[in-house]
């Protein structure tokens, strides 16, 4: 690695750590629902430094949620924190890592198919698909148990209860976060900010 793109990586990084940080205690509202974008700088940074950047950044992003819940203002995070600060941390990290991860090694895929608009466009759409994913299963891994979950279940088996979230918020989350990372990755893709070859759009 070179000293112009150790510069680009170590720009790239510091940027979109600020982000995470940013997005994860902000919401957009949209319409009667809220939706998270904290998904789209991790898979940014995925995208630009491959697997071991998403790793980073997923690290980053699970820290900010392990932050936003000690804060008290994580809503469910924040109540399942005071239950288990051991479990909650874990629930924080090890989603965001493993989706930051999958989102390199997606993309590294998608790149050879198709241009850097609509590679960028799956993997903002599938990020969002898996934090959703992995999140709401460590939640059932994790304090499946609790009278608080088993509330929130109201009876429904796992797989129908994380449908039901996915198929609430989740889905806006996925729809917009493929459309915002899509036109980023684009861009940095006509910057040469992106390693390795795409198709032209």
């Avoid at 690695?1 to 510069?7: A, D, E, L, V, W």
């Amino acid at each position: 690695m070179n000293t112009r793109t150790r510069s680009n990586s170590l720009a790239i990084m510091a940027l979109m750590t600020a982000l995470i940080f940013v997005l994860q205690f902000v919401t957009v509202p949209l319409g009667a629902i809220t939706v998270s974008l904290a998904m789209v700088p991790v898979s940014v940074t995925a995208v630009a430094l491959g697997p071991a950047g998403g790793l980073a950044a997923g690290a980053i992003w699970g820290l900010a949620s392990l932050l936003k819940a000690l804060l008290g203002s994580s809503g469910m995070t924040s109540i399942l924190f005071n239950m288990s600060p051991l479990a909650t941390a874990l629930l924080c990290f090890f989603p965001r890592i493993l989706d930051g991860v999958l989102v390199g090694l997606l993309y590294k895929g998608f790149r050879k198919l198709t241009n850097p608009l609509i590679s960028g466009s799956l993997v903002g759409f599938l990020s969002a698909f898996f934090n959703t994913l992995f999140f709401m299963s460590g939640i059932v891994l994790l304090f499946g148990q609790t009278a608080y979950l088993q509330k929130m279940m109201a009876g429904r088996n796992v797989l129908a209860f994380i449908l039901s979230i996915i198929a609430g918020n989740a889905l806006f989350e996925m729809l917009v976060a493929a459309g915002v990372t899509g036109p980023v990755v684009a861009t940095l893709s006509k910057a040469h900010l992106i390693k390795g070859k795409n198709k032209e759009m």
